[in-house]
Nanobody, 128 residues
Framework: QVQLVESGGGLVQAGDSLRLSCVAS????????MGWFRQAPGKEREFVAA????????YYADSVKGRFTISRDNTKSTVFLQMNSLKPEDTAVYYC?????????????????????WGQGTQVTVSS
């Protein structure tokens, strides 16, 4: 019911910036939250950032606080991830996620199983 397409990944050097975009289509009116997750080589998928569609409340993993910013354009059904001061450890495939259900605790935004819809991923590679 919701389709997500990420873009904006690429190969950059440490300290550079990238902005990822995720465009939602389908039943976008029902989206409750959208988030970003990433999976690095040899590691499990981890939470990066999320945003509530109703309040624009944002949530971040400790590893990216102060460097990454999540934002949205509700009129265009798009979520962005501005990534500054990139580090080699940020190298991963970044996935956009969305869900239509309601959450009651901020901690729940970081759980992968709280998102039913996922994009195809976009590769971010940060060289040293």
């Amino acid at each position: 019911q919701v389709q997500l397409v990420e873009s904006g990944g690429g190969l950059v050097q440490a300290g550079d910036s990238l902005r990822l975009s995720c465009v939602a289509s389908g039943r976008t009116f029902s989206i409750n939250r959208m988030g970003w997750f990433r999976q690095a080589p040899g590691k499990e998928r981890e939470f990066v950032a999320a945003i509530s569609w109703s309040s624009e409340r944002t949530y971040y993993a400790d590893s990216v606080k102060g460097r990454f910013t999540i934002s949205r354009d509700n009129t265009k059904s798009t979520v962005f991830l501005q990534m500054n001061s990139l580090k080699p450890e940020d190298t991963a495939v970044y996935y956009c996620a969305a869900d239509t259900s309601r959450l009651f605790f901020g901690s729940e935004y970081s759980r992968g199983n709280a998102y039913a819809y996922w994009g195809q991923g976009t590769q971010v590679t940060v060289s040293s």
